[in-house]
């Protein structure tokens, strides 16, 4: 059973314009959300975060909002560039019962292609 | 600061051969991961580590083993390979700074072929 779900496994969009990145989970006791962008060949970097305290956290082009009550977050990229065009992962993690949340969750990934 | 290192970067193996993949980090991180990535399938956790002479059971741990003798290394060992191990192995390492900052910091990846 998925806990994170990226319906769309793939995006393209112009350069110059927004990009969505869709999530959802099942599991209400995740309260700690994070993107993660990979180049072919290369490992996941992390690119932003959100806890469940916050519903946007920004940072400079990227932007994730988090929806509690739909279970849903986005990733938003504004503008998009070509470099940008990779594999983007959402992931979670709950603070379990030892304290702590070291474990993460991943969904399947979006392939997100920028056309120039 | 190399980050978090993986050796070796490609492998073929053939069915019931055996051999490890190692993962280095130099960020004196408590917690350690491995992890595989196959197509459609994101990245699902093998076995993890909370800290020197532990390690745990994730997702997808059959086939697979694991030791952490020093902490900035954790040993993934594959004992009789088989062609469904065939993947792209990830390492990567974390700090609990607190609550709401947990990175993960991964390596550059295994690809790895058991024919």
């Known amino acids: 059973d998925q806990q994170v779900k990226q319906n769309s496994p793939s995006l393209s969009v112009q350069e110059g314009r927004i990009s969505i990145l869709n999530c959802d989970y099942t599991n209400s006791m995740f309260d700690y959300f994070l993107w993660y962008k990979k180049y072919p060949a290369e490992g996941p970097t992390f690119l932003i975060s959100i806890s469940s305290i916050k519903d946007k956290n920004e940072d400079g082009r990227f932007t994730v909002f988090l929806n509690k009550s739909a279970k849903h977050l986005s990733l938003h990229i504004v503008p998009s560039q070509p470099g940008d065009s990779a594999v983007y992962f959402c992931a979670a993690s709950g603070w379990n019962s030892g304290g702590s949340n070291y474990k993460l969750t991943f969904g399947k990934g979006t392939l997100l292609t920028v056309n120039p | ?115």
Request: proline residues 4%; contains cysteine; glycine residues 10%.
């Open chain 2, 1 to 115: 600061n190399a980050g978090v290192t993986q050796t070796p970067k490609f492998r073929v193996l053939k069915t019931g051969q055996s051999m490890t993949l190692l993962c280095a980090q130099d960020m004196n991180h408590e917690y350690m991961y491995w992890y595989r990535q196959d197509p459609g399938m994101g990245l699902r956790l093998i076995h993890y580590s909370v800290g020197e002479g532990t390690t745990a059971k994730g997702e997808v741990p059959d086939g697979y083993n694991v030791s952490r003798l020093k902490k900035q290394n954790f040993l993934l060992g594959l004992e009789s390979a088989a062609p469904s191990q065939t993947s792209v192995y990830f390492c990567a390492s974390s700090h609990l700074r607190d609550r709401w900052h947990n990175e993960q910091f991964f390596g550059p990846g295994t690809r790895l072929t058991v024919l």
